[in-house]
């Protein structure tokens, strides 16, 4: 009868669990300071205009009262954001990047775009917590509250957990605290 052997990969002790929510909680204050720095000498820049990206820029716009510009490839959404009463720009070339403060769209398409933008470029959840916009029916910031707020909780969980899982529940934790979505 053959078996399978698994190899189980080592738990974190709580205190590294706590230092890798320290380690992206403190990435994301270094961070949040050269963005708030960047918003505020450059215009505002949203790539994409998709579901997620349509409600960001409606939520700036009304949060903060800053103009948003909407790149989008689709003329189609571009079309759209200027009915949304937007303005657009229809190019975008890493050159343009310097002139902009660009909020790349959301989920796994912010890898491609910031290699479009190469500089000058944040993360939506960045935008949504620095800007203090909804995401979803939260505020950005609450996730990385909750974490700090209830860490012993969260280890029990991650203790739980198959060893298998173990590290990428860390990696969202990292993500939800630090907005970096290189985490996962």
Do not use: M
């Given at each position: 009868m053959n078996s399978v052997v698994s190899k189980k990969t080592p738990c974190l002790t709580f205190a590294a669990f706590c230092q890798a929510i320290a380690d992206a909680s403190a990435a994301?204050?270094?961070?949040?300071?050269?963005?708030?720095?960047?918003?505020?000498?450059?215009?505002?820049?949203?790539?994409?205009?998709?579901?997620?990206?349509?409600m960001l820029a409606h939520q700036i716009r009304q949060i903060t009262g800053k103009d948003v510009v909407v790149f989008d490839n689709s003329?189609?959404?571009?079309?759209?954001?200027?009915?949304?009463?937007?303005k657009t720009v229809d190019k975008f070339s890493p050159s343009d990047s310097a002139h902009w403060a660009t909020i790349l769209g959301a989920c796994q398409a912010q890898f491609e775009q910031r290699a479009?933008?190469?500089?000058?470029?944040?993360?939506?959840?960045?935008?949504?917590?620095?800007?203090?916009?909804?995401?979803?029916?939260?505020?950005?910031?609450?996730?990385?509250?909750?974490?700090?707020?209830?860490?012993?909780?969260?280890?029990?969980?991650?203790?739980?957990?198959?060893?298998?899982?173990?590290?990428?529940?860390v990696q969202v934790l990292c993500f939800r605290v630090s907005g970096d979505p290189t985490h996962l």
């Open positions: 994301w204050q270094k961070r949040k300071e050269n963005l708030q720095n960047l918003i505020s000498s450059k215009p505002l820049l949203l790539f994409g205009f998709g579901g997620k990206g349509h003329a189609t959404k571009r079309e759209a954001a200027v009915q949304q009463g937007f479009a933008v190469q500089q000058n470029f944040i993360f939506y959840q960045e935008a949504a917590n620095l800007l203090n916009a909804p995401h979803l029916a939260h505020l950005s910031k609450d996730f990385g509250a909750y974490i700090s707020n209830h860490l012993e909780d969260l280890y029990k969980t991650y203790l739980a957990l198959h060893s298998g899982s173990q590290e990428c529940f």
